[in-house]
């Protein structure tokens, strides 16, 4: 078979390379890999592994959608040839995620676990959710990280009801699924960004409202579009200092969903709004293969369709990547034959 690996950090040591198709074991299943749907953190993983120390060679990608080739001894979850999706963080089931307050979990597919870019994987069982039958292949990998993201936020931890505002910044991945659920739960959503292209699309998405960020005062734009309750859902997709913002916009007793950190590591934000108005402030960091199950049954019953900037090959990966350098609207897929 062929997969991706780096031999070292940055794009010009990613590779592709032969290697035997693995056999599963006890309570594993072979899945031979349809689609690799991209995301920020993997150009992030193949630059310098994003601080954490990588063994070489090292295959990113976490987001994957492929059928079931073969089963180990014990495997019961699958039978051969059903489509599945692959989980960002396999142990995460349910309920809190693993780790404590010195060490909080971050055991992720195309992280501290081997990646997904190669034709066929190993993986147990437990690690997979079945796909989506309304989607096809391509369109089923973007769910793991992105499509999961928003609903966890929203929906999961959210508790969106129709009628209530989401503000969304940005039009990346996790914003566009943000909008498309936000929409499909009857909620009045908002976005802002640079770009009035996208802007134009994000409308046409579903957005009821869009906000350029370079021409208006993005707060008090929400202000005026929410009579000045303000946005009682954010996600937070870009970090640092614009946290500030987000507290200045959300509505008394509202949400801020922090997700995105574009502008860097530290958060920082005003206290009396923070004070007097008590939002809840949730860092999301994806979310656990129940809520993925979940996902997967709202967008059959429901017909939500993922916004593909792209299709490439598998052994176009390059381009596939650079692509991120140009700020795509909607996924970035490589395609597996």
Request: charged fraction near 20%; include cysteine; aromatic fraction near 6%.
């Given at each position: 078979?062929?997969?991706?690996?780096?031999?070292?950090?940055?794009?010009?040591?990613?590779?592709?390379?032969?290697?035997?198709?693995?056999?599963?074991?006890?309570?594993?299943?072979?899945?031979?890999?349809?689609?690799?749907?991209?995301?920020?953190?993997?150009?992030?993983m193949?630059?310098?592994?994003?601080?954490?120390?990588?063994?070489?060679?090292?295959?990113?990608?976490?987001?994957?959608?492929?059928?079931?080739?073969?089963?180990?001894?014990?495997?019961?979850?699958?039978?051969?040839?059903?489509r599945?999706?692959?989980?960002?963080?396999?142990?995460w089931?349910?309920?809190?995620?693993?780790?404590?307050?010195?060490?909080?979990?971050?055991?992720?597919?195309?992280?501290?676990?081997?990646?997904?870019?190669?034709?066929?994987?190993?993986?147990?069982?437990?690690?997979?959710?079945?796909?989506?039958?309304?989607?096809?292949?391509?369109?089923?990998?973007?769910?793991?990280?992105?499509?999961?993201?928003?609903?966890?936020?929203?929906?999961?931890?959210?508790?969106?009801?129709?009628?209530?505002t989401?503000?969304?910044?940005?039009?990346?991945?996790?914003?566009?699924?943000?909008?498309?659920?936000?929409?499909?739960?009857?909620?009045?959503?908002?976005?802002?960004?640079?770009?009035?292209?996208?802007?134009?699309?994000?409308?046409?998405?579903?957005?009821?409202?869009?906000?350029?960020?370079?021409?208006?005062?993005?707060?008090?734009?929400?202000?005026?579009?929410?009579r000045?309750?303000?946005?009682?859902?954010?996600?937070?997709?870009?970090?640092?200092?614009?946290?500030?913002?987000?507290?200045?916009?959300?509505?008394?007793?509202?949400?801020?969903?922090?997700?995105?950190?574009?502008e860097?590591?530290?958060?920082?934000?005003?206290?009396?709004?923070?004070?007097?108005?008590?939002?809840?402030?949730?860092?999301?960091?994806?979310?656990?293969?129940?809520?993925?199950?979940?996902?997967?049954?709202?967008?059959?019953?429901?017909?939500?369709?993922?916004?593909?900037?792209?299709?490439?090959?598998?052994?176009?990966?390059?381009?596939?990547?650079?692509a991120?350098?140009?700020?795509?609207?909607?996924?970035i897929?490589?395609?597996?034959?």
């Open positions: 078979m062929k997969l991706w690996a780096l031999n070292d950090y940055g794009r010009a040591n990613l590779r592709q390379r032969s290697a035997p198709i693995p056999e599963p074991g006890p309570g594993e299943v072979l899945v031979k890999v349809a689609a690799v749907s991209l995301n920020h953190r993997d150009i992030m193949v630059a310098d592994g994003m601080g954490a120390p990588l063994s070489f060679p090292f295959s990113p990608g976490s987001d994957m959608a492929g059928s079931v080739a073969a089963l180990g001894e014990g495997a019961a979850r699958f039978s051969v040839g059903d599945v999706i692959s989980t960002f963080m396999p142990g089931i349910d309920g809190r995620t693993a780790g404590n307050a010195r060490t909080p979990s971050y055991r992720a597919l195309g992280g501290e676990l081997p990646g997904v870019l190669a034709e066929y994987l190993v993986v147990p069982d437990g690690w997979l959710v079945r796909a989506p039958q309304s989607l096809d292949d391509g369109e089923a990998s973007t769910l793991p990280v992105a499509g999961l993201t928003a609903w966890f936020a929203l929906i999961e931890r959210g508790t969106l009801r129709a009628g209530e989401v503000l969304v910044q940005g039009t990346g991945g996790v914003a566009l699924f943000g909008i498309q659920i936000a929409r499909m739960h009857g909620a009045t959503v908002i976005v802002t960004s640079g770009s009035s292209e996208k802007l134009d699309r994000a409308k046409a998405l579903g957005a009821t409202y869009v906000i350029n960020r370079h021409t208006e005062d993005w707060v008090e734009a929400v202000y005026h579009h929410t000045d309750h303000g946005a009682d859902h954010i996600l937070e997709l870009i970090g640092g200092a614009n946290l500030g913002r987000s507290i200045a916009a959300v509505a008394v007793a509202g949400r801020i969903s922090v997700i995105g950190l574009l860097g590591l530290e958060l920082s934000g005003p206290a009396v709004p923070l004070l007097l108005k008590s939002p809840v402030i949730q860092g999301v960091a994806v979310g656990h293969r129940r809520a993925l199950e979940d996902f997967v049954l709202a967008i059959d019953r429901n017909g939500l369709k993922p916004v593909i900037q792209r299709r490439y090959g598998f052994d176009a990966l390059p381009e596939a990547l650079a991120f350098d140009c700020g795509p609207f909607g996924k897929v490589v395609e597996i034959a």
